[in-house]
Every structure is written in C-alpha cells, then in structure tokens.
C-alpha cells in the first residue's frame, strides 16, 4: 500500500493505491499554500480509502526540480509520517512522474523561469538522461538528439517549435497516482531534495538560500 505525495509544481496532489488499484486521488491545484493543505488532504485521502495509517507500506514522494517550497514541504511530511509509521520513504522525480504515463520517447520539460528549462528524457518510461537545468537554446539543441514523440510539462511549448509535429502535453501537475506506482517499484533509499540550480529566493545582503 502506498502514499503518494507531490507538491513540487502547481498542485498539492496525494494518492493511496494498492497494487493496480487506486483508492483515493486528490490533487488540489494552487502554486503556494501547500503546507497548510498537505496534512488534511493526506487525511481526506485514507478516510477515502478507507483506511488506517497503519495500513500503508511506503511513501512515495516528489523531490524535485519544481518549487523550492513546496518540494521541502512534502519531503519533510513524507520523511516525517514514514519515521512515524516506521516504513520507508522514497523519493521520486518530478520529470519521471510527469513522463511515466506516456510511452515511446518522451521528454518532460518544466520551465525554470530565467531562460531556463528543467529537461529528462525518457524512452517507455526507461531514463535515457539524467535531469538537467538548460538554457533554453541548449535544451532545443539536445532535443534534436532524444528526437522525442512526446512533449510533457509547463516547458514544452517552449521546445515545440523545435520538432514539428510533435505531440505537445502542457502538463503543470503531476499525477500522484503514477508517483505511487514508480514509488512502488523502487529501492527504499532515502529521499533527498533534487536541486538542479541556486534558489531564486535572496536574503539581506544578497545572500541566497542553502539549498
């Protein structure tokens, strides 16, 4: 049984599924808010389900690359509820869960603000790049290399242009239930945040966030 958890792009999106079964999915879009949202829905979620916390096996959740904020703030409820729980947590990609729903060679791309995109292509759902922060520019020239079918997130009409005639999904949420499923699948290692680039964020004096 896994609970699945995102809130790294511009929803706070949670599922429960059980093997090929799912049984709850909320997503809730909003671009900020999601600390104060992520608990309730979580419980919303198992009262759908209809069932007890104790019930779950594992947590699956989304590190990144999307909001700085809000992937901290589903990683440190996700890392929390499972050193409470005593199961594990794991953490997933936000680029491989916009990707895992598509088949052939896909490319998911989220824009980075700033001239950049956050780029991973994917064939069948396999990894065939790692994750990366590009300038627009060099993103279009390595596109030319994955000669993608599938353009999926909030960047891909910034690479359409690029590949006349591809399939164009301007996605700017995850599905949670295909979190789960990449959730379930994979090693138990301990989730980490995925930073690709220095925060946006500035304090006093022109100092950024650690990240």
Known sequence: MVLAIDTCLFACS????????????????????????????????????????D???RIGVTVGPGSFTG??????????????????????GSLEALAEPERGN????????????YLQAFSDGVPVSAPDALPIETAAARLAEFAPDTLIGT????????????????ADVTDP????????????????????RAPDAKLPGGKTLEA
């Open 14 to 53: 949670v599922a429960v599924v059980d093997g090929e079964r799912v049984l709850a999915r909320r997503v809730e879009p909003m671009s900020r808010g999601h600390q104060e949202r992520l608990a309730p829905l979580v419980q919303e979620a198992m009262v759908e389900a209809g069932l007890g916390f």
């Open 55 to 57: 019930r779950l096996d």
């Open 71 to 92: 992937l901290r703030v589903g990683l440190a409820f996700a890392k929390g509820l499972a050193a409470a729980l005593a199961i594990p947590a794991v953490g997933i």
């Open 106 to 117: 896909v490319v998911a791309v989220l824009d980075a603000k700033r001239g950049q995109v």
């Open 155 to 170: 960047g891909a009409a910034l690479l359409a242009d690029v590949r006349p005639g591809v399939r164009v999904v301007p």
């Open 177 to 196: 239930v295909a979190v789960a499923r990449l959730a379930a699948g994979r090693s138990p290692v301990p989730p980490r945040p995925l930073y690709l």
